[in-house]
């Protein structure tokens, strides 16, 4: 089977390739910038130039693929919109996919999208889910809700360089999941006939708040976290501010998913019928405590080098200029 991955230099989407590739099936990646995409390139994957808002460049990258995985969502930073991307783009690919006749296509959705359609990003997901249902193909929607990934960025950086962590009053508690296991299921959706024309969850075992993380990380790395919290009301002006600006527009649509944060609910499901229709055992899905135990362990044993090597070089200075000192003799 040929994979055709979109959004695949993206955090999900790169280990759904390298998942792929790991699995003896032939990946070819659609991607703007090959730049970008060599690591994909040096992984054993093919590099076709192609855009999700050009559906001109669609067609060929289709050409004998077998099945389609849809991992891409613009960045706050993109110059091409939520909407471009992630509405117009999937509905090109889907077309574009059906007119090709593909035997299956994995979507990367976001859990309870359809709960919020007043958040752009989730209603947007939620209209693709949709019509992604309507158009006929063999198709298999994930949900997942946060990658265990992004807790390094927002938690365990801040701490070990002494900035503070931010920190919204009323965080909803959030099933992380590491983007390697979500890329499992990816992949086992294409070898389980079950998973057809079906939606699942695709979460961690539970949900963990933002103190829970932050004592977890304070455990682990022997350091105090300063916690500087952030009213809701600033997340919604800061929000009203970007959407004056185009430049902006991004931002302020992924701002818009605090509103989901805010509303404190846990963002969680039951993984119970997911694991058994993919035929995959929760004990091997890595959980909060070890990811951060891992990354902790391995941060700290550098960092102890560093400042070994650090004070060895100090001491060889101090040696050789006490080696140049000129003593009177008596």
């Known amino acids: 089977m040929k994979l055709l991955v979109v959004g695949?230099?993206?955090?999900?989407?790169?280990q759904i390739a390298r998942r792929a590739l790991d699995e003896g099936y032939e990946v070819r990646c659609l991607v703007r910038s090959q730049k970008k995409a060599a690591f994909l390139r040096e992984w054993g994957a093919e590099l076709v130039p192609g855009d999700l808002c050009n559906p001109e460049t669609l067609p060929s990258a289709l050409e004998g693929i077998s099945a389609v995985?849809?991992?891409?969502?613009?960045?706050?930073?993109?110059?091409?919109?939520?909407?471009?991307?992630?509405w117009q783009g999937s509905v090109n690919l889907i077309q574009a996919a059906k007119t090709a006749n593909i035997d299956r296509f994995i979507y990367l959705s976001i859990l309870d999208a359809e709960k919020y359609p007043e958040v752009p990003l989730l209603e947007i997901k939620r209209c693709v889910e949709q019509y992604l249902a309507e158009?006929?193909?063999?198709?298999?929607?994930?949900?997942?809700?946060?990658?265990?990934?992004?807790?390094?960025?927002?938690?365990?950086?801040p701490l070990l360089e002494g900035q503070s962590i931010w920190v919204m009053g009323t965080a909803s508690p959030t099933a992380y999941m590491?983007?390697?296991?979500?890329?499992?299921?990816?992949?086992?959706?294409?070898?389980?006939?079950?998973?057809?024309?079906?939606?699942f969850p695709v979460v961690g075992p539970r949900a963990w708040s933002a103190d829970e993380l932050i004592q977890l990380c304070e455990k682990l790395s022997g350091r105090d976290a300063k916690i500087?919290?952030?009213?809701?009301?600033?997340?919604?002006?800061t929000r009203q501010v970007t959407k004056f600006f185009q430049w902006t527009w991004n931002i302020?649509?992924?701002?818009?998913f605090a509103e989901v944060i805010a509303t404190?609910?846990?963002?969680?499901?039951?993984?119970?019928?997911?694991?058994?229709?993919?035929?995959?055992?929760?004990?091997?899905?890595?959980?909060?405590?070890?990811?951060?135990?891992?990354?902790?362990?391995?941060?700290?044993?550098?960092?102890?080098?560093?400042?070994?090597?650090?004070?060895?070089?100090?001491?060889?200075?101090?040696?050789?200029a006490d080696k140049k000192r000129n003593y009177p003799r008596f």
Request: hydrophobic residues 35%; contains cysteine; proline residues 3%.
């Open 8 to 14: 695949a230099t993206g955090t999900l989407g790169r």
């Open 69 to 86: 995985i849809n991992a891409a969502t613009a960045r706050a930073t993109d110059s091409l919109s939520i909407r471009q991307v992630d």
């Open 178 to 199: 590491d983007t390697q296991d979500i890329a499992k299921f990816a992949i086992q959706a294409l070898k389980v006939p079950e998973t057809a024309n079906k939606s």
């Open 228 to 237: 500087t919290r952030l009213p809701i009301g600033v997340v919604r002006f």
């Open 264 to 320: 404190g609910k846990p963002l969680v499901a039951s993984m119970d019928e997911t694991y058994s229709v993919f035929g995959l055992d929760s004990k091997d899905t890595t959980t909060v405590e070890s990811y951060l135990q891992e990354y902790f362990e391995r941060i700290m044993k550098k960092l102890r080098e560093l400042d070994y090597d650090k004070q060895k070089k100090q001491k060889k200075k101090s040696d050789k």
């Open 135 to 157: 158009s006929g193909l063999n198709y298999t929607i994930l949900r997942p809700c946060g990658f265990l990934q992004g807790l390094i960025g927002q938690y365990a950086i």
């Open 252 to 256: 302020a649509d992924r701002l818009a």
